[in-house]
């Protein structure tokens, strides 16, 4: 394992930089000088009290490393993007704690938000594959490959994902289904990573080996 790159997926975040920021310092320390990669599931943002944090943060990583850092877009993403194009999305955007976001940025509205950080958001991916995973926000819609995956799935699907086990080709690692239980999902086909942060949970990251299969262990975070 010493000789191999390490790669940590890091569940939603969803506004609670501050956990965001005890978990990066948790990998830096995991990694030590083990080459590494970072992975981030999406849903950087609402519900929670700093999204303008976490983009920040998450969005500087990406610019500095984008060979190792790898960026997806969640739901809450997309939704914040529609939002920008119709008031009724605005509407749903608010009220699944959009008017946290834009708390966090000092906005009365979407016109107060960042253009550079809204260019960021839209560039993000859907899916990210490497030799042994996919990683995507909410999941895949089984017998479709993954490549050829409707992008409206990879950021909302949970069934028929969910139910049964799925075989991909590769471990699928996605969020967007909180756990309450602030434990991660582990199933044989795929690892569901979102603990909840945004309602008391954990955040989460699961640590890969360049091997198939399941994580090699979790790295969790919980609000003091």
């Known amino acids: 394992m010493e000789s191999q790159t390490l790669t940590y997926a890091i569940g939603d975040v969803h506004g609670r930089a501050d956990l965001l920021d005890t978990l ?22 609402d519900r929670g009290p700093d999204s303008a ?17 790898t960026c997806l ?12 194009l119709s008031p009724d999305a605005a509407r749903h955007w608010l009220y699944c704690g959009g008017d946290a976001t834009l708390d966090s940025f000092g906005a009365r ?7 550079d950080t809204l260019d960021w958001i ?3 991916p859907t899916l990210h594959g490497d030799a042994a995973r996919w990683y995507v926000h909410a999941g895949l819609r089984p017998g479709t490959a993954a490549p050829d995956s409707n992008v409206h799935d990879r950021l909302w699907i949970r069934e028929p994902f969910l139910e049964g086990d799925h075989d991909f080709g590769r471990h699928v690692v996605h969020g967007h289904t909180p756990q309450r239980s602030g434990r991660p ?10 603990t909840a942060a945004a309602y008391g949970g954990a955040l989460t ?5 360049e091997a198939q299969g399941p994580a090699l262990e979790f790295l969790s975070v919980r609000a003091a």
Not at 54 to 66: K, Q
């Open 24 to 45: 990066l310092e948790r990998i830096a320390a995991h990694a030590g000088d083990r080459a590494h990669r970072l992975v981030f599931l999406g849903d950087y943002v």
């Open 53 to 69: 944090a976490v983009l920040r943060t998450i969005s500087r990583l990406n610019w500095a490393e984008p060979d190792r850092v």
């Open 73 to 84: 877009m969640g739901n809450h993403e997309r939704m914040l993007l529609d939002a920008l």
């Open 109 to 115: 509205d979407l016109t107060g938000l960042p253009r």
């Open 122 to 124: 839209e560039a993000l």
């Open 185 to 194: 999902e582990v199933r044989r086909f795929r690892t569901n990573l979102d």
């Open 205 to 209: 990251a699961g640590v890969f080996s």
